[in-house]
């Protein structure tokens, strides 16, 4: 019989590179797909749903209050969205007509990223601050004024430290509040160590937001968390307040099925309650298996090391000897993709400072490729560079 791939005429994805949301997100544990469909044996009141999910959620994670969202985007949108309305019913109904109300974002230059943009959504503005060196405490305090709706921020991680020349999320948080601006964290991510699900609430900052499928919920799930009224507003400008309520609310096109949502929560109690340290064990012995068989193949030079360094390894970093292959490491990525299965690893190009050799290396990562899936890239690349004695 045909495979669903064969059928729709597409290829698999061995995926080594991570939770992309291009490439679906996460796979939910069995567990987790239980749960889920066991809620389509009934329907039931979505609003209902949420808010009992959503107190199970803030229990868990310590913070005054959370919403099931579909995915970090549409968190960051109808967070944005509360801090520019506030509780007013009509300017509610009136997003993302921003007229009258204060629409601007500020936001710092090193923390640029393409996704920034889920801030103006719903009418917001961009206000960038600082420069390619540094953003200073002077250049906050000079960008706040009547417009200003909100800080966003990039949260820096588990790593310690900010971007280079960034102004530490702990200062823009007392700047922020000592004008009574709010502070909206775009914690993508930023779910290990756990304690990342709640650590920038508990620093401050007033909503944060999240991608569900980072800790194992489907691809198209996130949570918002933080102060009570303002995650009440945010609650108003999602689909479930469209649909619940009648406050005619820009987020109806960003709705969650209850399968989704009860995902989330039961995503997220496994992931709090999932022993970790295993976990990396179990890519250590993956990590260590692939490293074996990689080590023999023409031009893979030996100085393979697991990535990321100083944490617990998720991967291992490949380096080519590009010079003597006759192609870059980005040469070598493309013609995994080609293949069937397709095969996709971290590249060069994703995030250019995780690869100090710069062209000529990749990472495989372990998290989200299937079991056995690094003996097809072992294989793969024995084909690409020039090696077909592996079995």
Known sequence: MASIYDELGVRPVLNAQGNRTLLGGSTPSPAVRELMDAMG?????????????????????????????????????????????GDDPEKIRQIPDATGMPNEFIIQKQLRVRYDRCMSIPGGKLVE????????????????????????????GPQPGNQPGALPIEDVIRIAH????????????????????????????????????????????????????????????????FESGDSGSFGRPMKVDRQEVVGVYAALREWLTTNHEDRFERYEVRIAGLKADLEDIPHIESSMHSHPPGVPPEGLLVHLDSQALGKTAIDVVNELREGNPSIWVRSPNARPDDYPEGQNSFVIRMPTLKEGGEKVIAQRLREILGDSSFH
């Open 41 to 85: 044996e009934y329907y039931v009141d979505l609003g209902e749903l949420m808010d009992s999910v959503a107190v199970r959620i803030s229990d868990m994670l310590g913070v005054e209050r959370s919403l099931v969202t579909s995915g970090c985007a549409a968190a960051l949108a109808v967070g944005a969205a509360a801090c520019m309305t």
């Open 129 to 156: 601050i600082g420069n390619e060196k540094e953003t200073t405490a002077e250049d906050l305090e000079a960008a706040i004024g009547p417009n200003t709706a909100g800080v966003h921020y990039l949260a820096p």
């Open 178 to 241: 000592s004008h009574n601006v709010p502070v909206i964290v775009d914690a993508a991510g930023q779910v290990y160590p756990t304690d990342l699900l709640s650590r920038y609430v508990k620093m401050g900052a007033d909503l944060v937001a999240y991608g569900a499928k980072y800790f194992g919920s489907v691809n198209s799930s996130g949570i918002l968390t933080g102060r009570g009224d303002l995650v009440d507003v945010a609650r108003k400008h999602s689909f479930i307040g």
